[in-house]
């Protein structure tokens, strides 16, 4: 069993920045950030895993970049150039294997969530 606790959500102006947290119980071989608005489907945001590159989606690429710190099993998302649009639930996600990086039915460890709200 994996806990997950994430935070460094908060309120910010479009074109500012925030950095998420997510701090794990235990280490796991894939971690990844998610984001979801109410009465959507969760959207996978960004991947990290040990000896492979980064993925990202196709709306934060660029802006946004997924870092892990395997001594802290800590998973961090530096959030640059936010729009309106980057608005969600933000969680991040453990899980041993995926096949699909960003799909969220790969995972089995869910963090409870940090709200990150982008005002225009």
């Known amino acids: 069993q994996v806990q997950l606790v994430e935070s460094g959500g908060g309120s910010v102006q479009a074109g500012g920045s925030l950095r998420l947290s997510c701090t794990a119980s235990?280490?796991?071989?894939?971690m990844a950030w998610f984001r979801q608005i109410p009465g959507r489907e969760r959207e996978g945001v960004a991947h990290?895993?040990?000896?492979?590159?980064?993925l990202y989606s196709d709306s934060v690429r660029g802006r946004f970049t997924i870092s892990r710190d395997y001594f802290k099993d800590t998973l961090y998302l530096q959030m640059n150039s936010l729009t309106p649009d980057d608005t969600a639930m933000y969680y991040c996600a453990a899980a041993k294997y995926v096949d699909r990086p960003l799909s969220p039915g790969e995972y089995t460890y869910w963090g409870q969530g940090t709200q990150v709200t982008v005002s225009a």
């Open positions: 990290i895993a040990r000896n492979d590159s980064p």
């Open positions: 235990a280490s796991s071989t894939n």
